[in-house]
């Protein structure tokens, strides 16, 4: 009997001891110590996800994890590339366990939570920091960054997307230039050929010609005629 009874409670205290341990959220939990007029929240919004609200930081302007907090360096640009905007990882390859409803195992190590969200001024911000318990997240060592994610799955804010428009080339007589950085235009530049002063001169000449030759052709049968004329006279008169 005794040994039945051992058999019997083996798998209960083993379900005992591996029974998950939770660091999720299931309700509005704000930062730990924050003045709540001005903290940052997690909190559901209307199609029910868990999306992070962080608060106002005028003079926030890192854009990535250094110095003391660079343990969270490599987390957070895992966490910027995927698309849960409040998300665990683990702490050895900073690989995705879940999202704000991830269920943290006994002895878990490290555990890496990441939020992204939008201030009320239009800024982005990530925070990465390590789990600690149900509902709780802000005490402790974390690293805060004025970025936010190019891809948001759960709809809690409007990513920050860079639109790049295709660069133009523009050209001009005598010019020829691009907007495009690096790239190149083959052959020579364009440059208009320009008539020389002697050309200029030449063509001048030559429509003056042109123009003036019926006055001299006229002009030189005028004189041929009289001078027929006069031979005809002197002729004429001799015959006499």
């Not at 919004?45 to 994890?65: D, E, H, K, M, Y």
């Not at 195992?105 to 149900?134: E, M």
Request: glycine share 10%; aromatic share 8%.
């Amino acid at each position: 009997m005794g040994s039945n009874l051992r058999n019997l409670l083996l798998p209960l205290l083993a379900f005992y001891y591996m029974a998950p341990i939770h660091a999720r959220f299931t309700k509005t939990t704000c930062w730990t110590g924050q003045d709540i007029e001005n903290a940052s929240c997690i909190q559901q919004n209307a199609a029910g996800a868990w999306c992070f609200i962080p608060n106002i930081r005028p003079g926030l302007v890192a854009t990535s994890c250094t110095g003391g907090y660079a343990d969270f360096a490599t987390v957070l640009e895992v966490h910027l590339a995927q698309g849960l905007s409040v998300a665990y990882y683990n702490g050895i390859d900073n690989s995705l366990l879940g999202g704000a409803d991830y269920s943290i195992p006994s002895n878990p190590g490290i555990i890496r939570l990441c939020l992204s969200g939008q201030s009320g001024d239009g800024n982005y911000q990530t925070q990465c920091l390590n789990a600690l318990a149900d509902n709780t997240f802000g005490a402790g060592l974390y690293c805060v960054v004025i970025r936010g994610q190019n891809n948001v799955t759960d709809g809690c804010y409007t990513p920050n997307v860079v639109v790049h428009t295709p660069s133009s080339i523009i050209s001009s007589p005598g010019s020829v230039s691009t907007s495009s950085p690096g790239s190149t235009n083959s052959g020579p530049p364009y440059t208009p050929a320009y008539p020389s002063s002697a050309q200029s001169l030449n063509s001048m000449l030559h429509s003056v010609l042109l123009l003036c030759l019926p006055v001299i052709l006229a002009s030189s049968r005028i004189r041929v005629v009289g001078l027929l004329m006069r031979l005809v006279v002197a002729a004429s008169t001799n015959a006499i």
